[in-house]
């Protein structure tokens, strides 16, 4: 045979440590090292042949090969061969034999120079068949390493990451995927896999790397809850509704359909809450939270949307009567007390309804304007329904002008207060006054009291409002007495809110010491009606009593 030059001097050859061979495409091996004929225990004679040791046709004609290949006098014995076209007609190989205990770190590195924790195994398989895997692995799964070898992936995944592993990831390996795998035990976790594939004599042989990311997919879980769901009554929150009832829309766009929106309140629910504590109160939310999911369907979709706050979604509504249906059951099953501890509550509710596409085309105006309707039949008429019309936009828009109003009176001083004498009919002589508030408009003139205290309450003002009404009867009191008149007592209307407060007393003897009012000439009124409005018992058996 002709003498060959070699590409690499014997000596250097010798001084590696990986195992080379030089091959000639005739498959003569023209050099090696020690550390390649031992692997390939190539016995030492003249002009030995690579076929006799490897399947080197996968290899000839490419510039360059990486494969997996079994070695021929050693069966069973697999041997990673990187294959480089020196010359025209030689080729160097680079052998090493492929053990998952000893080439971990460098496999790992191939595959996409991935370098992952110690909590990661690593898996050889080839079609679904497991070849190997190493300790970490066996111990992820609850196996040991010789119960793994006798079962096949698809005993460890389950089937839709099997099929995702076959159909998917085989035909695209070049990332990371997550599978949900299955422990010995029956449990499931999940796993993160990337594989790499290796040809074997014509065959596919996969090595891959797991990890355990049971961890990572539970935060995320619990994140994504987070922001879709309310974990009090464990219903859906406003986000997820939003986003639902956008979807809605769209359908009910397509098929040109109407869908209804409810809005629900819990009345009372802030005097229940303040009588028997947030403990109580959450109790209550939840039990309500279970007693809306009854009226879950196809159709339905219920979420919490704060507080004591809850919105349904009734998709396929045929028409305004088949909406108000709805609110009725709802009315109705509340009328069955809600068991709590040792209490039974009757939570009334108050519901608006609203439209699409009539009273809004978009999630935040059907949400809006259910609200308004349900704003409304609560001030009048609770345990009740309202369905939406243009109307009640028009109150609010009044209504939000007055508070406006309402603050810039306080502001600029615009309210006044009128003395009503109050007398001793005995013999005709004043006994004391009735401080009555009266609001002059700049504009409008005097507005009448029935027209503004109602918002006043709902807003809070009322609070502000009275304690000025408070401030002003003493300090006019004592004027009056400080100019000589005969001391009388002044009567000064209480507000329910403003006898509800914790401090109330605290600032009435604050009020006075201010003023240098005697107590003894200011009288507290409040009506029963007011104080029954609130929840306040008082014990009084007159439509209107007097505190002093």
């Known amino acids: 045979m002709a003498k060959f030059a070699k ?60 494969l997996l290949m079994e070695q021929k006098n050693n069966s069973g014995k697999l041997i990673e061969v990187k294959s480089i076209r020196v010359e025209k007609t030689i080729y160097c190989l680079i052998l090493s034999h492929l053990s998952l205990q000893d080439k971990t770190e460098e496999v790992k590195k191939y595959i996409n120079n991935l370098i992952y924790a110690s909590a990661e195994g690593m898996l050889m398989y080839d ?47 070049e990332k990371p995927y997550e599978l949900t795998a299955t422990r010995k035990d029956g449990s499931p976790f999940y796993i993160e896999m ?69 809005f629900i309140d819990l009345n009372y629910f ?27 369907q196809t159709d339905t979709f219920i979420a919490r949307m704060s507080g004591d706050e809850f919105l349904i979604l009734q998709r396929h509504v045929k028409d305004k009567h088949a909406a108000t249906k709805l609110a009725e059951s709802l009315i109705m099953e509340f009328e069955n007390p809600v068991k709590i501890d040792d209490y039974e509550i009757f939570a009334s ?44 936009s028009e109150d609010f828009k009044t209504m939000l002008t007055m508070e406006n109003e309402l603050r810039k009176a306080l502001k600029e001083e615009q309210f006044e207060l009128h003395y009503q004498p109050q007398k001793n009919l005995s013999n005709d ?24 205290i109602t918002l006043a309450e709902s807003t809070g003002l009322i609070i502000e409002i009275g304690d000025w009404v408070l401030e002003e009867a003493c300090r006019q009191n004592r004027a009056w007495q400080d100019e000589g008149y005969e001391p009388v007592i002044v009567s000064v209307n209480l507000s329910a809110k403003q006898f509800n407060q914790k401090m109330l007393f605290d600032k009435i003897e604050e009020t006075l010491e201010r003023t240098g009012l005697n107590p003894n000439y200011l009288e507290l009124e409040i009506t029963e009606s007011m104080a029954m409005s609130y929840n306040v018992s008082v014990g009084l058996d007159t439509k209107n009593e007097k505190i002093r």
């Open 194 to 262: 990337m594989g790499h594939p290796y040809n074997n004599q014509g065959n596919i042989i996969r090595v891959a790397i797991v990890k355990d990311i049971s961890d990572r997919i539970e935060n995320e879980k619990r994140i994504e809850y987070m922001a879709y769901y309310d974990e009090l009554t464990d219903l859906p929150n406003r986000n997820f509704f939003n986003k639902v009832l956008n979807e809605a829309i769209e359908q009910a766009k397509r098929e040109n359909e109407l869908i209804a929106v409810y």
């Open 349 to 392: 509710i108050s519901i608006g309804i609203s439209i699409f596409p009539e009273n809004g085309t978009t999630p935040n105006d059907l949400i809006k304007h259910a609200d308004s309707a349900m704003y409304v039949i609560k001030e009048r008429h609770r345990n009740n329904y309202k369905l939406f019309d243009a109307s009640i």
């Open 127 to 173: 079609d679904e068949k497991i070849i190997d895997c190493d300790e970490t692995f066996a111990n992820m799964f609850g196996y040991t390493p010789e119960e793994i070898k006798k079962l096949h992936i698809s005993q460890l995944l389950d089937s839709k990451s099997t099929y995702k592993l076959t159909q998917i990831i085989h035909h695209n390996p």
């Open 7 to 66: 590409p690499i001097h014997h000596q250097v050859l010798s001084h590696l440590k990986e195992a080379i061979l030089l091959v000639h495409e005739n498959g003569e091996i023209l050099d090696g090292n020690e550390a390649a004929n031992s692997l390939l225990n190539i016995e030492k004679r003249p002009h030995p042949h690579i076929l006799e040791y490897l399947d080197f046709a996968l290899l000839e004609g490419k510039d360059e090969s990486h």
């Open 429 to 452: 002589k004043i006994v004391g006054f009735e401080a009555l508030l009266r609001w002059k408009h700049p504009e409008r003139g005097y507005i009448p009291p029935d027209e503004f």
């Open 270 to 296: 802030k005097e229940i809450n303040d009588t028997l504590g947030y403990a109580f109160g959450d109790k209550l939310l939840k039990a309500c939270g279970e007693r809306f999911k009854a009226f879950l």
